[in-house]
């Protein structure tokens, strides 16, 4: 089946610094790719649709600056924090739809744990 | 506004015995209705997909039901594990690959 592979699975820094997080579709190819946030005990939400090829699209309330999102191939799309501070420490997912013929599903990635000190 | 409201909010069950979790929606246009199971730390990992048309669907001792009627859609676990302790997440979309997701039921399995 479609899998979806994020990296890295945790990550831990300081306040002020810079984490890339990575969203491969193993197994097949995806134009576009969803990014997640979910904090604990809620609903993930969606925070911006990345497109191959052309700029995300981000949800409403969801700083662009802050959130970098570059879909560089059909199956890589990376999500940047900048100048991460505490109150984005978060669980972040991706996920990719997959065309299974009748049935269109989301495949999602396992998630990155982010902890800002 | 597009919602997705799941009952309850938290269930403790014995292992080997049946529950059945609730999720109504508002979402419109309706296209189809997922249902995924989230363990703690990790993805969510698909269930079950429903579209307009389609009342049921298993997979193995998930049954997810379907009343497009009433805007509402039930999961069904049979003889519980001990494994099947996560939260189960409702999941509408309406046409477009950007879902609206219920906040979902935490289960938990005792032995």
């Known amino acids: 089946g479609a899998v979806v592979s994020q990296h890295p699975s945790w990550v831990i820094c300081k306040s002020g610094t810079s984490v890339k997080i990575e969203c491969r579709s193993l197994d097949f190819q995806a134009t576009t790719m969803f990014w997640y946030r979910q904090f604990p005990k809620q609903s993930l939400m969606l925070m911006a649709t990345s497109n191959e090829g052309s700029k995300a699209t981000y949800e409403q309330g969801v700083e662009k600056d802050k959130f970098l999102i570059n879909h560089a191939s059909l199956t890589l799309s990376t999500l940047t924090v900048t100048s991460a501070h505490p109150e984005d420490s978060s669980f972040y997912i991706c996920?990719?739809?997959?065309?299974?013929?009748?049935?269109?599903?989301?495949?999602f990635g396992p998630g990155t744990r982010l902890t800002v000190l | 506004k597009n919602q997705v409201e799941q009952s309850p909010q938290s269930l403790i069950i014995l292992e080997g015995k049946n529950c059945t979790l609730q999720c109504n929606y508002t979402v419109s246009p309706f296209s189809n209705l997922r249902w995924y199971k989230q363990d703690t730390g990790r993805g969510p990992v698909s269930l079950t997909i429903m579209t307009f048309s389609e009342n049921t669907k298993s997979n193995g001792r998930y049954t997810a039901t379907l009343d497009a009627d009433t805007k509402q859609s039930s999961l069904h676990i049979t003889a519980s594990q001990l494994s099947d302790s996560a939260s189960y997440i409702c999941v509408v979309s309406e046409g477009s690959y950007i879902p609206t997701f219920g906040r979902g039921t935490s289960l938990i399995v005792h032995p």
């Open positions: 996920s990719a739809p997959y065309d299974r013929g009748r049935e269109d599903t989301q495949y």
